[in-house]
């Protein structure tokens, strides 16, 4: 979750929050906050085919600093660096966000397992079926050539010499 978002959630500015992030970096190791690179913002910025006004509401359009982007746990400890009530009355919306994103991509995970078992035996079962169809096509060929001419036979009595 960006700066911007987390700090409209937290009904402060971005400024205000990335200011608090600042006074307490020791609560906010890696994989609770990081940084933005300019590619990635770059590839942020094209997602949003928004103007350049509305770049500028969305905070990180005009800042001088890269956004910070924050995890669930980094959400939560912005929530306790901020220590308002509204901060920590949000924070339990947050959790509860991270949640469903969590158990929808579990859910999806396991989708996808299913998926691969099922296709996995549709493979399997459309060998078997592809080699059953191939040998019924040659047994058909074979009955759709014509039969090699045999040697009639004299109708009568016939001595052999």
């Known amino acids: 979750m960006l700066d911007a978002d987390l700090a409209a959630l937290y009904g402060v500015t971005t400024k205000r929050l990335n200011e608090q992030v600042r006074r307490?970096?020791?609560?906010?190791?890696?994989?609770?906050?990081?940084?933005?690179?300019?590619?990635?913002?770059?590839?942020?910025?094209?997602?949003?085919?928004?103007?350049?006004?509305d770049a500028r509401r969305l905070a990180?359009?005009?800042?001088?600093?890269?956004?910070?982007?924050?995890?669930?746990?980094g959400a939560l400890?912005?929530?306790?660096?901020l220590n308002s009530p509204h901060a920590t009355e949000v924070s339990v919306y947050v959790v509860r966000a991270f949640v469903e994103?969590?158990?929808?991509?579990?859910?999806?995970?396991?989708?996808?397992?299913?998926?691969?078992?099922?296709?996995?035996?549709?493979?399997?079962?459309?060998?078997?079926?592809?080699e059953a169809i191939a040998g019924i096509l040659d047994a058909i060929r074979q009955l759709m050539?014509?039969?090699?001419?045999?040697?009639?036979?004299?109708?009568?009595f016939v001595q052999n010499d």
């Open 24 to 53: 307490n970096l020791g609560r906010f190791p890696s994989d609770f906050m990081f940084q933005l690179t300019n590619q990635e913002i770059a590839i942020l910025r094209s997602q949003f085919a928004t103007s350049s006004s």
């Open 60 to 73: 990180w359009g005009g800042q001088r600093y890269a956004p910070h982007a924050f995890t669930e746990h």
């Open 77 to 81: 400890m912005a929530a306790m660096v």
């Open 101 to 130: 994103l969590r158990d929808t991509l579990v859910a999806h995970k396991d989708l996808a397992k299913r998926l691969d078992e099922l296709e996995t035996k549709l493979e399997r079962k459309l060998a078997t079926h592809d």
């Open 145 to 156: 050539m014509p039969a090699e001419p045999t040697k009639k036979r004299r109708i009568g």
